[in-house]
């Protein structure tokens, strides 16, 4: 009997960036859910504060919510993209002002 379904969206694991990256993503897919986020949390808040070399933890905030973008770009909606590449957008403004200041 033929499957009648639409074809399904392109899963995260389908993604070249989640093929190249499955291990840490099975990583991290095991830990609590709050561990992530907070680690990212922690990440640009203590970039934030740090005086001269925080910028470099910005930088690797950044890094991995990219990351975290590429692999679950196929399932979001538009709404969740903008949403999302605004945050980046600001981490990396951010990024920016704390490496080059006046």
């Keep these: 009997m033929p499957d009648h379904r639409a074809p399904s969206s392109q899963t995260p694991s389908d ?3 989640a093929r ?3 291990p840490l993503v099975r990583f991290v897919s ?3 859910p709050a561990v992530p986020v907070l680690f990212v949390f922690g990440l640009v808040i203590i970039g934030s504060v740090l005086q001269s070399w925080g910028w470099l933890l ?6 991995i919510l990219v990351w975290v973008l590429a692999i679950s770009w196929p399932r979001l909606t538009q709404s969740e993209k903008l949403l999302r ?4 957008a600001l981490v990396v403004a951010v990024t920016i002002v704390r490496a080059l200041p006046r």
């Design 85 to 88: 590449l605004a945050v980046i």
């Design 15 to 17: 993604t070249p960036v």
């Design 20 to 22: 190249a990256t499955a």
């Design 58 to 63: 910005l930088a690797a905030a950044a890094l």
């Design 30 to 32: 095991g830990l609590p």
